[in-house]
């Protein structure tokens, strides 16, 4: 048996946390336990040192601090006029021999308002060095690392000279980036709009302008985070999503059952007479602000009302801007003209800014503008647009007020993002007496009184009618599509409008000569899900006719934690990936500790530039043409913890071997949550290993998965989180290539438990060592499996069958699964999938090639039978063609481990 846990049972409530947790669950393992002791104990006195070093080393650093500021203070007095404050901010530390000499360099910062540190710490700005081997430049990467001369060329100057000229290792500075001013280099002069728009387009702005914009830097840099997220729109609006579904979660859990609102709508409804008869059918609401991020910002700036203005980071057009080398902007575009069908949107030329649009008014509209549109293209269709900057935290308070407002009418609220939300009004129209119109003019207005912003509304007896309503009303408007009339409604709505058709199933609709509503009516719902498969299908076939069964959510669920970049991705090594990813993984670790979850799916998005793409991408720093490659590890705990995510992570990444300079886009997201609570799955887990003697749950709602990084590739087609942006003709949409690079590790390389070594047989906890910090993990497995390799060996393989829901499904087959629990898990599998995955059949093949890997022949046996009833009554020729690539395999093993085939049934002729 795998794995047996000898956990000897602590009382819960000693736990607090994944080491103590840890501790415990090593109890047991003898010298382990001692070892890890010993290591603590090492580290408990340790600890105690350096908190006494630590304490002794801050006076010190404090009284050379100390001393350092009394000499400067003399220094300044004695060459009063020789001092200056150009070093103001700057703090120094001098690493080896300079020229000139440390010495000199100390005295120059005391004259000059700097600060000289004996050691490096963390106020330390840059390190001033004159030559440094690589070797120690990599422990320094995340510093700036400078020549003495900048100094001193500074102090010449009489200024602070741009340090980056003096970077020690220029062939390593990287190109840095200005959020600011989107895609165009701070030593560029810009020309364009004015953010006020009481300036004519013409007006340019200096470069002092540039510098004193907030400074940016390279994903190699060690703020790049931080300063990305603070810049990214669709962090904010993502950020801002997630926060108001959880606030209306919030809400609802508070309440009193009270809602003043619909008292000051019963009251305004006596005032106009109201005494309307309201129906019991269900009426939704969609309510979403006009042109919200426009509307914002216009709030200050009134002058603007009426006129074509947009919101987006850059000015305008970037006159002086040298084209980058290497840059074909001609290829991207040609590339998008062709994905989008955008053959009536001009392109930008090389000078124009592909600073995208974040919103557009509705006057800008007129013009041919839209939101996500490159400025370039916008200003050759709207010249007289105006630019005005972002303004998170008014988008924040704006959406609090809307969410808060709608709020004091009824909770039956499913918010969507920060502008937008679907509301049951049913209850609220019935007890205030109103009509939905009434209701809908009494809301808005005082939306708009509160928050100095128009929004509109639609109504409907569904969530796809209110939506469509909503589309009809804009902006500033409402709409009630009643009953009625939604036969005729639907007739002229786009099929891209439907919920779910993004630019994929829009294009092969439209192939079908389906553009419209009506076009796809005609078609019948066993065609549509011939074409499209039983689900899409069936939706497809219903929405067009203004039907839609997906009840609102109300009890918002976090199904997943993720951080994404897709800006500024720029690795020469693999390295400098690791590190990033190590960042990156530590965000999403911060993310999931804000929201006291934790999560067994790890997943690595990546955008890696298309083989045909240039290398200078058009947008500076952009991600271009891409293709789209996500990779998913399961764990058999859940996880919070940045160190375990950030291993797995590497882990898929050397198993995609990408090149690192190839990389455009990193995300990593982690599924399949769990309340990061004490007591946990985790906890519960260890209890049921202990008491079923260590044999993995087999049932399909139970946690089981081995903490192998077993690989679910999927290739995509669909825009994903990764994508900046959602309209069809911005640049660095990402070219998603039909990719198949599902590389599960062969589960033959496992071995079987009767091959053991007999140290690898020692009770190590599988999952216990997947959680263990990387260092005592190895250490662990160097004592008991000196053979292995610095990957934990794992022998149990994982794989996931999806559920004919969307929602995938614990089901996972495991080598400790019982040929019963994978029956049972096959039959299921056949009888709710329309269409076996490749990656199931892959991943069930997997699973009886392992079994006769082990000589486990009798269970394979078992489950192929099963299958193949399963299929035989399936009837169905894809099922059929999976069976055989499934037997085929199994054979093949057969062949290598037994130099024979064995007998299978592969015969689907069915009695007439
Ligand atoms: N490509 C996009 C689309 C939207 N947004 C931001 C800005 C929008 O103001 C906000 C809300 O998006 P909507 O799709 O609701 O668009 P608007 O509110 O701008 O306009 P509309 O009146 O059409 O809803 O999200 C963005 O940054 N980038």
Partial sequence: ????????????????????????????????????????????????????????????????????????????????????????????????????????????????????????TDKTTHIIASNLPKCKMKLLRTLKVVKPSWIVDSVQEGRLLDYRQYLLYTSKAQARLNFGVGEVESSKLLQGTETSGEKSNAASVSTTDVAERKQSLHATEPDFLSEFYSHSRLHHISTMGALFKQYVTQLREQSDGRFPGQETLQEWGRRNNSSYNVSSDKVIMHIDMDCFFVSVGLRDRPHLKGLPVAVTHAKGNTTLAQQRKG????????????????????????????????????????????????????????????????????????????????????????????????????????????????????????????????????????????????????????????????????????????????????????????????????????????????????????????????????????????????????????????????????EVSSRLRKVRLKGRCITLKLMVRAKEAPIETAKFL???????????????????????????????????????????????????????????????????????????????????????????????????????????????????VQQEVCTSESGLAAKPQSQLMPHELCDLDEEVLAALPEDIRQEVLQTYRPSSSSEVQRDVVVTNLKSPTTEQVDTSLCSSMTADEVRALVKEWVSCEDMPQPCDVRMLADYLERQVASRNIDDMHLVVKCLYRCVYKKNSTVWQEAYQTIINKVQDTMLVVYGATLKLQDSFKHDV
């Fill in 1 to 120: 048996m795998r794995g047996r846990s000898k956990v000897v049972w602590f009382s819960k409530c000693e736990l607090g946390g994944l080491s103590s947790l840890l501790e415990h669950c090593f109890a047991s393992y003898g010298i382990i336990y001692m070892r890890m002791q010993n290591r603590r104990k090492n580290h408990t006195s340790e600890d105690n040192g350096f908190a006494s070093w630590g304490g002794y080393m801050a006076a010190k650093k404090a009284k050379l601090q100390e001393q350092f500021s009394e000499d400067a203070a003399k220094e300044g007095c004695s060459h009063s006029n020789a001092g200056s404050s150009i070093f103001q901010g700057v703090a120094i530390f001098v690493n080896g021999y300079t020229v000139p000499s440390a010495d000199s360099l100390k005295r120059m910062m005391m004259l000059h308002g700097g600060v000289y540190h004996l050691y490096q």
């Fill in 327 to 586: 840059v074909d902007r001609a290829f991207e575009m040609n590339y998008y003209r062709q994905k989008a069908e955008l053959e009536t949107v001009p392109s930008v030329d090389e000078t124009d800014s592909m600073s995208e649009i974040a919103s557009c008014s509705y006057e800008a509209r007129k013009c041919g503008v839209k939101n996500g549109m490159f400025l370039g293209t916008a200003l050759k269709l709207c010249p007289n647009l105006k630019t005005i900057p972002y303004d998170f935290e008014g988008y924040k308070q704006v959406s609090h007020c809307l969410y808060n407002t709608v709020a004091a009418f009824t909770l039956d609220i499913e918010a969507v993002s920060c502008d937008e939300m679907f509301v049951d009004c049913t209850d609220v129209l019935q007890c205030s007496c109103t009509s939905t119109m009434q209701f809908a003019s009494f809301l808005r207005l005082e939306i708009e009184d509160k928050t100095g912003c128009t929004a509109s509304a639609g109504f409907g007896s569904n969530r796809l009618q209110a939506r469509l309503a909503t589309k009809k009303a804009k902006p500033n408007g409402q709409f009630h599509l009643e009953p009625s009339s939604v036969s005729l409604f639907m007739r002229d709505i786009m099929v891209e409008d439907l919920p779910g058709v993004g630019r994929n199933l829009a294009s092969r609709l439209h192939t079908m000569g389906a553009r419209t509503c009506s076009d796809l009516q005609r078609f019948t719902q066993s065609q549509l899900q011939r074409e499209f498969g039983a689900k899409t299908g069936n939706a497809l076939y219903r929405h067009c006719r203004g039907d839609d069964d997906r009840a609102l959510n109300f009890g918002h669920q976090r199904k997943s934690v993720s951080a994404d970049v897709n800006y500024g991705i720029r690795f020469t090594n693999q390295e400098e990936a690791a590190v990033f990813i190590k960042q990156l993984a530590g």
């Fill in 622 to 736: 952009g991600h271009g043409v891409c293709d789209q490659v996500t990779r998913s590890s399961t764990l058999v705990t859940a996880v919070a913890d940045q160190d375990i995510i950030a291993r797995e992570v590497l882990s898929i990444l050397r198993q995609l071997s990408v090149r690192p300079s190839d990389l455009r886009g990193i995300g990593i997201q982690v599924t399949r949550l769990e309340s990061d609570s004490v007591g946990n799955k985790f906890l519960d887990s260890f209890l049921i290993r202990g008491t079923r003697g260590g044999q993995e749950v087999g049932s399909s709602n139970a946690a089981q998965e081995d903490s192998h990084p077993q690989s679910t590739v999927q290739a995509t087609n669909e825009g994903s989180s990764l994508q900046d942006r959602d309209t069809a003709h911005q640049a660095d949409s990402t070219v998603i």
